[in-house]
């Protein structure tokens, strides 16, 4: 029988008992099982690791339970600055980008940076650029926040300015 | 973070991360994730590894890199090569950290020293495995 295999991960960190509620994890639940399936049929008929685990990450990133593409957390300014990075073990030949805005599915740039540009890594506007040309996906900042990450935003904006209280 | 790593029937790997960042980071910063060694790395003749956890952490480790080394140089087990990557130079490299590996036989390694890692994988035809908690 042909060996073939998929591994996924949605984040590590260490949280509060609590934190993480029972909804939250189901809904986590299901959309690592969505992810490994997408990546994980690519390979079952035949297909190569590269597109699986594109196919895999891009599935997490239209997910708005997960930190990337729609979901990312947001800056100090409240944007959605991601990055992304998909290398070939065959061929050693790497894609990655990082600072980007706009861009609906940052794995799918940094797959064009490896297969499309002379470069490894492009970086903010420079990426922005590369992924119009490809024709790409863009979409508006609102789609990239969630009622979670808003939520988040506002706290740390609110902790700042409490913190300015008092001073001239 | 999000990440994948696979091995295909022809015996190749590859590996992908993509990231939010973290919550209100500053403009213009970047972790591991896109960095080629810091939290991802793939090669047939090692493995393919993609990180999760503090960005700064896994980049000043260089430690997808450092597990495919282990592996290829060392001749350490995938999960070996993870636990020995995820305990480097403990007392400087504090954070959370998790990792998912594979290599050309099939092995799959996922190890982390936080109470919360999302994960899955399937071999094959076999069930698919998917958990959060530790």
Redesign the interface.
């Known amino acids: 029988?042909?060996?073939?295999?998929?591994?996924?991960?949605?984040?590590?960190?260490?949280?509060k008992p609590g934190e993480?509620s029972e909804e939250e994890?189901a809904f986590?639940?299901v959309g690592?099982?969505k992810?490994?399936?997408a990546?994980?049929l690519i390979?079952?008929r035949?297909?190569?690791?590269?597109d699986?685990?594109?196919a895999?990450?891009r599935s997490?990133?239209d997910n708005p339970h997960?930190?990337?593409?729609r979901?990312?957390?947001?800056?100090?300014?409240g944007?959605?600055?991601?990055?992304?990075?998909?290398?070939?073990?065959?061929t050693?030949q790497?894609g990655?980008?990082?600072?980007v805005r706009y861009v609906q599915h940052?794995?799918g740039l940094?797959r064009a940076v490896l297969e499309r540009s002379p470069h490894?890594?492009l970086a903010?506007d420079g990426a922005l650029e590369f992924a119009l040309a490809c024709g790409l996906p863009l979409a508006a900042p609102s789609y990239?926040q969630t009622d979670k990450?808003r939520q988040?935003?506002l706290a740390?904006a609110q902790q700042e300015s409490n913190q300015l209280a008092g001073h001239d | 973070t999000v990440g994948a790593v696979a091995l295909d029937q022809a015996g190749n790997l590859a590996v992908a991360t993509s990231t939010g960042g973290i919550e209100g980071q500053a403009k213009g910063r970047v972790g591991d994730s896109p960095v080629l060694g810091g939290g991802t790395y793939a090669s047939n003749d090692s493995c393919a590894v993609s990180c999760t956890g503090d960005g700064e952490v896994i980049l000043r480790g260089a430690l997808a890199h450092e597990v495919c080394a282990l592996v290829k140089y060392q001749g350490l087990p995938l999960a070996e090569a993870c636990q020995a990557a995820l305990r480097l130079h403990d007392d400087k490299l504090k954070g959370d950290k998790g990792f998912i590996a594979l290599d050309p036989q099939g092995r799959v390694a996922i190890e982390f020293n936080t109470n919360v890692m999302r994960r899955a994988y399937r071999v094959g035809e076999a069930a698919p495995y998917i958990a959060i908690y530790q």
């Open positions: 029988m042909t060996l073939y295999a998929i591994a996924i991960h949605g984040g590590a960190l260490t949280m993480l994890a986590q639940r690592l099982g992810a490994l399936h990546g994980w390979l079952n035949g297909g190569t690791a590269l699986a685990v594109e895999a990450v997490l990133e997960f930190n990337a593409g979901g990312s957390s947001l800056t100090r300014q944007e959605a600055e991601m990055d992304a990075a998909i290398m070939d073990g065959r050693l790497a990655a980008v990082t600072g940052p794995i940094a490894a890594f903010g990239f990450t988040q935003w740390l």
